[in-house]
């Protein structure tokens, strides 16, 4: 069965490092997401993303934060300077389109920043 | 605003009897939900969905109600097994230039006794 997966699954960085999380969205999938978990809550939306374009983004999506598609297969979320409130797990999800809705989540990259 | 609650942290079951997980919504314009359980240091799995144009929809082993005049939203386990142990999270997303952002629940934990 077709899922997402994830890179790294652990990541520590010192405070005020860029860090690259990485994403393979499920083949035939045209919508991706980004979602963060603070350890014992809830999932938060970060950013939705089709057609090499920002659909929506929230308010924790601020400048410090990008989502790139580089190239047919990946889809990378990017801290350019991390800061201790950024640990977090860190969800990618695809889904086939909006309408359909169904996301698919993959394991998640815990980021640790120090 | 927007939330998405769940009405208890935690339940806990005996293997074998049949769990409630409910949920509380705020916003009227809501119209799908999905509910996803999430094992330790995974991500979240999807369950069930429903749209709001049902009240009831059932898989293998799980049913969701949907009560819109209450804004309520439940999941129901079937003879509930060690293997469902696991946080449940309710997600609810709009679909007026829907952009596939999810919000979710606060989750609750589900302890399955042997």
């Known amino acids: 069965e077709p899922e997402v997966t994830q890179t790294p699954s652990h990541q520590v960085t010192q405070m005020g490092q860029e860090v690259i999380l990485r994403c393979v969205p499920i083949?035939?999938?045209?919508?991706f997401y980004w979602y963060r978990q603070i350890l014992g809550q809830k999932v938060e939306f970060l950013v939705s993303?089709?057609?090499?374009?920002?659909?929506?983004k929230s308010e924790i999506f601020d400048d410090q934060f990008s989502v790139e598609r580089p190239d047919g297969s990946n889809f990378t979320l990017k801290i350019r300077s991390t800061k201790l409130e950024d640990s977090a797990m860190y969800f990618c999800?695809?889904?086939?389109?909006?309408?359909?809705?169904?996301?698919?989540f993959g394991p998640g990259t815990r980021l640790t920043v120090l | 605003g927007e939330s998405v609650g769940l009405h208890l942290p935690t339940l806990s079951v005996q293997e074998g009897d049949n769990s409630i997980i409910n949920c509380a919504y705020s916003n009227s314009a809501s119209d799908y939900f999905i509910w996803y359980k999430q094992e330790s240091g995974k991500g979240p799995q999807f369950i069930i969905d429903i749209r709001s144009n049902m009240d009831k929809r059932q898989g293998q082993r799980v049913t969701v109600l949907l009560n819109k005049t209450v804004k309520h939203l439940s999941l129901q386990i079937a003879a509930t097994q060690p293997g469902d142990s696991a946080v449940y999270f309710c997600?609810?997303?709009?679909?007026?230039?829907?952009?596939?952002?999810?919000?979710f629940g606060q989750g609750t934990t589900l302890q399955v006794k042997p």
């Open positions: 997600a609810e997303t709009h679909g007026s230039g829907n952009t596939g952002k999810l919000i």
């Open positions: 083949s035939n999938h045209l919508y």
């Open positions: 993303f089709y057609n090499n374009e920002i659909s929506e």
């Open positions: 999800a695809s889904s086939p389109d909006f309408s359909t809705d169904t996301q698919y």
